[in-house]
């Protein structure tokens, strides 16, 4: 089974829901633009980093889209 952890941030200018999958190390990041991105081989790290920012799109644009693969959904 596949747990994951999912975060929704009314707050964010930058995104609207994130997902992330443990067992598969999946990051789904749903943009308030309506893009939804699917990145691979996430650390939990990164996830807890994300959770933790004060600003989301800061952290995702330094730490996320220059690490890791993604496919755009």
């Known amino acids: 089974m596949n747990n994951f ?3 929704r941030d009314d707050n964010s200018s930058t ?3 994130a997902r992330y999958y443990s067992e598969d190390k999946k990051l789904t990041l749903i943009y ?3 893009g939804v991105y699917e990145y691979e ?3 939990l ?3 807890r980093g994300l959770m933790n920012a004060e600003s989301k799109g800061r952290f995702i644009n330094a730490n996320i889209k220059r690490l890791f693969k993604f496919n755009k959904k």
């Open 5 to 7: 952890e999912k975060f």
């Open 32 to 34: 308030r633009n309506g």
């Open 45 to 47: 790290f990164y996830w």
């Open 41 to 43: 081989d996430v650390p």
């Open 15 to 17: 995104i609207s829901m």
